[in-house]
């Protein structure tokens, strides 16, 4: 039987956050893109042919990283209801890993245009890899840690992942900031060895992880004939039914999709942009995201605070409104200077309303027995948010051959997130008034 609140245990799985946080931050984050950008660039042309197609570099780059969490959201309850079923919930956890780490590896035979098919297939197999494990990791919590001290644990994971990529990032860009002098002619050699470093890391301390966690949460149950494989894709039906009765939380979920649609979309797009639109070079992109990784700790306290003075969707509101002027004003960015103010807001807003969404989203939960169900419904919201917003993006850029309007477009969604999120507070004033009545 798995023993709850051990501390060797809950070390052992913190230390897949500091694993798996080096892809989020190298591949997704900081130094993919921009060498995506500059080796798929011709002169002045940015287009490049794949599958018979003439497309925009960056266009491709956007819908093939949405199609990766298309996929994602589509299998995770199918694999969620393997794994509940043949209790073996770290073979999985183990599988996409290795998938993602030995993709992330795979790229550092990506050397430009003739090896764009490397190039894409590996960044769509390591973010398979990194969201597939992820849900197997999340399982875990539960399992390991009693409920009085999820949240702390959880927050331990969140700051091995946090100190575990920034030390990456940061090892990688004191070598590229030193290209010169290490005597390296070949401008490709580090950004690879950093995506090669990458996947090393992340499957060596995964082992710490492997080694300490029991092969499954639980026993494996009887299968009841193939109907089993279903069962993720009805607990996920039964969660909707729920909601539908639940007033506030049926509008506060649409607003979530439409603004987390817009949030995740900017952060993976973000370093795209500063290369292509603003012509940063990869220092500059590595030097900015790793800064927004520190100011959005303070934009954390910040919104949390925030919160706390005047209520959880009044500080997302403000949040969802200031992610809006940043679209708004990113159209109008043409200068390295107005980029890093920009990025400053994007840091503040970041940090906050991640967190932030998930705590009131938990608040709103109905008293159930079936927690995990719900945030399982969560999850799958969001990877169909990140996808559509990415697919959206991507399609924008190839039609008109500028990141400037897609954005802009984003606007939109934030737009139609804070229509929602107004809604949700005059519901939750309303029953307020009710109560004092």
């Known amino acids: 039987m798995l023993l709850k609140n051990d501390r060797r245990t809950i070390r052992a799985w913190t230390m897949y956050d500091w694993a798996n946080s080096s892809y989020a931050l190298v591949i997704n984050s900081a130094i993919f893109p921009a060498y995506y950008n500059s080796v798929t660039r011709q002169g002045e042309n940015n287009r490049v042919s ?8 960056t266009a491709l780059y956007s819908i093939a990283l949405g199609l990766s969490f298309g996929i994602v959201a589509l299998l995770s309850p199918l694999l969620s209801s393997i794994s509940d079923y043949a209790g073996n919930q770290r073979s999985f956890m183990q599988f996409f890993c290795y998938l993602g780490a030995l993709a992330c590896m795979a790229l550092f035979f990506f050397t430009g245009g003739d090896q764009l098919g490397i190039g894409i297939a590996g960044l769509m197999l390591a973010t398979i890899g ?15 840690a009693d409920e009085a001290i999820q949240d702390r644990v959880s927050a331990q994971g969140y700051a091995m992942g946090y100190m575990g990529a920034t030390t990456l990032l940061i090892l990688n860009l ?3 900031l030193n290209e010169k002098s290490l ?19 992340w499957m060596g301390f995964a082992q710490i992880t492997f080694r300490r966690l029991p092969h499954g949460i639980k026993a494996a149950r009887p299968r009841n004939g193939g109907r089993f494989l279903l069962h993720g894709y009805e607990e996920l039906l039964n969660v909707w039914r729920r909601i539908r009765s639940e007033r506030v939380l049926r509008n506060f979920l649409p607003a979530f999709f439409f603004y987390i649609m817009g949030v995740q979309t900017v952060m993976f797009m973000a370093a795209s942009f500063g290369e292509k639109e603003i012509k940063l070079p990869m220092a500059a992109l590595i030097a900015t995201v790793l800064s927004l990784e520190y100011i959005a700790i303070g934009g954390a306290y910040l919104f949390a605070a925030l919160s706390k003075r005047f209520g959880n969707v009044p500080a997302l509101m403000l949040a969802v409104g200031l992610w809006l002027c940043i ?24 940090g906050g309303i991640q967190s932030l969404s998930r705590s009131t989203y938990a608040k709103m939960i109905p008293a159930t027995e079936n927690n995990a169900g719900f945030f399982s419904f969560y999850d799958v919201c969001e990877k169909v948010a990140i996808m559509l917003g990415l697919l959206m993006f991507g399609t ?42």
């Not at 794949?50 to 570099?57: A, T």
């Not at 004003?329 to 990025?343: E, K, L, M, P, R």
């Not at 850029?397 to 809604?423: C, E, K, P």
Request: hydrophobic share 55%.
């Open 174 to 176: 004191a070598f590229i």
């Open 50 to 57: 794949f599958l018979g197609f003439d497309v925009e570099n």
């Open 327 to 350: 679209c708004i004003g990113a159209y109008f960015i043409y200068d390295v200077w107005s980029f890093f103010v920009c990025a400053f807001f994007i840091g503040i807003v970041m």
């Open 130 to 144: 990194y969201s597939g494990s992820i849900v197997f990791y999340n399982a875990y919590l539960p399992a390991i």
């Open 396 to 437: 924008l850029d190839q039609m008109t051959g500028s990141m400037r309007t897609s954005i802009f477009a984003l606007g939109i969604w934030f737009a139609v997130g804070l229509v929602f999120l107004w809604r949700v507070h005059r519901l939750r004033m309303q029953t307020f008034n009710k109560t004092m009545e």
């Open 183 to 201: 005597g390296i002619e070949d401008g490709t050699l580090l950004p690879r060895l950093a995506f090669l470093s990458t996947g090393l890391w």
